[in-house]
Nanobody, 115 residues
Framework: QVQLVESGGGLVQAGGSLRLSCAAS????????MGWYRQAPGKQREFVAS???????NYAGSVKGRFTISRDSAKNTVYLQMNSLKPEDTAVYYC?????????WGQGIQVTVSS
């Protein structure tokens, strides 16, 4: 069983930065990639960013140019550097592992951006 633990969330003013971390543990196999999603109050969960096993990255249009996904393979950790944060980035952020025939989600971490 794979466990994902997010950290680094919190309250920040608009224009500020935060870095989220997601540490994965457990038996990880057939991994396609890891990524981040978010869910704002009253809205559906949406894709934010992902990185494939090969290192290719993909971003939602709303965060492109402001957020950067990276990883430390030795630590089984993926990061999301969030710059120029906006109030509309306020949400619970979830880490995800996408694998062939299974996936796993973290418990989520709150990010609040004040105007």
């Amino acid at each position: 069983q794979v466990q994902l633990v997010e950290s680094g969330g919190g309250l920040v003013q608009a224009g500020g930065s935060l870095r989220l971390s997601c540490a994965a543990s457990g038996r990880m196999f057939n991994i396609n990639g890891m990524g981040w999603y978010r869910q704002a109050p009253g809205k559906q969960r949406e894709f934010v960013a992902s990185m494939s096993n090969g290192g290719s990255t993909n971003y939602a249009g709303s965060v492109k140019g402001r957020f950067t996904i990276s990883r430390d393979s030795a630590k089984n950790t993926v990061y999301l550097q969030m710059n120029s944060l906006k109030p509309e980035d306020t949400a619970v952020y979830y880490c995800n592992v996408d694998a062939t025939m299974w996936s796993s989600w973290g418990q989520g971490i709150q990010v609040t951006v004040s105007s």
